[in-house]
């Protein structure tokens, strides 16, 4: 008996079958090129006494009146606790962030009689006041209505949503834009009207990929109206999210007045324990942790939705019990290790974009040739660090989807997904589809509206912390940092059923016209190219 029988005649011991791990990649199996655009070979599907990517079988109840869960559709024989190095290393950091909280919020209470209680009332001049921290709550307020907005305006309108979105971002660019310059900001007048331009150019040359990305995205949302619970999903981690922004926003107000080295400062006087190096760092590992926490609760959320949306794709006759519930128990437990180490490399990486992104606003703020040099060099910067960090997303997401329904370490998931894609050749499929540009477009256009609200408020109360301007890019900074973590969670749900349809079509291609034929007969409609990946045999 083959491998693949093995697999498919294993019985669990009420006599049902049951799902488990896909055996080893072998590249042997699958060397081949794709035909018509992609290279002009027939592919060679793999010898019929063997499935390459095993995947779980469509009848998975062997005829039982009572629907199994989604641990035994997708059973682990031997589940174990993968990367708990990085599990173990995040849990750290958190009761660091905890650990630092406390100290920083104790002196932020012990300094009141300076700080304020309203927008305007502060005396501080040495750091952030009350002020700023009720600046941050209406950010997050903000960036939890429109994040939250974006996704029902997706919900109700998926065909309509695409180009919306692409209108509203150039809209919003090249409306900014304007305002900056009349400002006489002329550096981010400018830094707007270049990105106007761009996004137009996208978006021009995205509208022959419309109809595809659409039927994609109304697929993932009809799915998610009928089965599991995605948009509960959704609002607990966009909530949690908005909590944990909070608390990081207090948080950063309070280093800066418990720490912050001034002649005012009542605990520089008492402990002289006082330093700009010390706040400097301290902010540097809260804001770290923030990315790591922010991404962590991102990625579980999309683990969870794909686990649903495997559910689907695999099982759309007899869908498992609990599939919510059953994602999300292993991505809070087995997979918790993998799901933090995928977490903290994009976290890594987004957090020198952001290092880069303060550094580019304060040349901005010093002006002459010296700050328009470093802040060309800093925009290119940013521009390589934003490729690297779409690189590590896009990995991740893969990954994610195959780690929810098999159980898999972070790597050999990575790795296994990436190959499987490319030798599919669902790596077309993947870059013509917009959903993911399109999501972070919203994100960005949130993320801007946040940033906006923030250099308002400087504008018009001009706080005694900020006379001459010193905090402005670090308070718009921030302010854009958590108008974007904000709506990337939000819209998690959208993105992540996307994803996890590519990733089950690609280790089952034939599921999808035998099972979900009107869902290929559109697909063929609107992109032809998806029969040379999806062969029927």
């Known amino acids: 008996m083959g491998e693949a029988d093995s697999y498919y005649n294993t019985a669990d011991q009420r006599g049902g079958p049951v799902v488990g791990p896909p055996p080893q990649y072998d590249e042997t199996l699958y060397q081949h090129q794709l035909p018509g655009a992609y290279s002009g070979y ?74 304020g209680a309203s927008f305007t009332d502060g005396t501080n001049t040495f750091g952030l006041d009350t002020g700023t921290i009720l600046l941050f709550v209406f950010v997050l307020i903000l960036a939890v209505v429109l994040g939250y907005g974006y996704v029902w305006l997706a919900r109700l309108f998926p065909k309509q949503f695409i180009w919306v979105t692409g209108i509203l971002n150039i809209c919003w660019a090249f409306g900014t834009a304007i305002f900056y310059m009349w400002r006489r900001y002329w550096s981010a007048g400018i830094v707007f009207l270049i990105f106007g331009f761009f996004i137009a150019f996208c978006f021009y040359t995205w509208i022959s990929r419309i109809p595809f990305s659409a039927l994609m995205l109304k697929t993932a949302i009809d799915v998610s109206k009928k089965f599991g619970h995605v948009y509960l999903v959704s609002l607990i981690g966009g909530l949690v999210a908005a909590g944990f922004g909070a608390w990081y926003s207090i948080t950063l107000v309070a280093i800066y007045d418990r720490w912050q080295p001034a002649a005012q400062n009542p605990w520089c006087d008492e402990k002289d324990d006082c330093s700009q190096g010390k706040v400097i760092g301290l902010i540097v590992f809260v804001t770290f942790t923030m990315y790591w926490i922010s991404e962590w609760i991102k990625n579980t959320m999309h683990t969870t939705i794909a686990g649903v949306y495997g559910s689907w794709y695999f099982c759309p006759h007899d869908f498992p019990k609990g599939a919510t519930r059953g994602a999300a128990k292993r991505a809070l437990t087995y997979s918790f290790g993998s799901i933090c180490l995928g977490s903290l490399i994009v976290a890594i990486i987004q957090f020198l974009r952001h290092l880069c992104s303060v550094a580019k606003s304060q040349s901005r703020q010093e002006g002459g040739i010296g700050g328009l040099i470093g802040y060309a060099i800093f925009c290119v910067l940013g521009c390589l660090i934003y490729l690297l960090e779409w690189a590590a997303r896009f990995f991740n997401r893969y990954a994610f989807c195959h780690i929810a329904l098999y159980g898999k370490a972070y790597i050999p998931a990575a790795k296994d997904t990436w190959n499987m894609i490319k030798d599919r050749g669902f790596d077309a499929l993947i870059n013509d589809c917009l959903i993911g540009p399109v999501l972070s477009f919203g994100a960005v256009f949130i993320a801007y509206a946040c940033a906006l609200l923030a250099y308002l408020y400087l504008l018009f109360t001009d706080p005694p912390y900020n006379n001459d301007g010193q905090y402005t890019p670090f308070v718009i900074a921030f302010s854009f940092l958590i108008g974007l973590q904000i709506a990337n969670i939000f819209t998690t749900p959208l993105s992540s059923g996307v994803d996890s349809i590519f990733v089950a079509a690609g280790w089952d291609p034939q599921v999808m016209p035998r099972d979900h034929p009107e869902l290929y007969n559109e697909m063929i409609k609107v992109y032809p190219k998806v029969q040379q990946m999806i062969r029927v045999r």
Request: aromatic share 12%.
């Open 42 to 115: 027939q592919p060679r599907p793999p010898p019929p006494q063997q499935q390459l990517y095993a995947p779980p079988p469509t009848n998975i109840h062997g005829g039982l009146d009572e629907k199994q869960s989604f641990e035994q559709t997708f059973k682990v024989e031997k589940p174990k606790w993968n990367d708990l190095w990085a599990g173990i290393l995040f849990l750290l950091f958190c009761a660091g962030f905890v650990a630092v909280s406390g100290i920083a919020l104790h002196g932020y209470a012990s300094t009141r009689n300076i700080q």
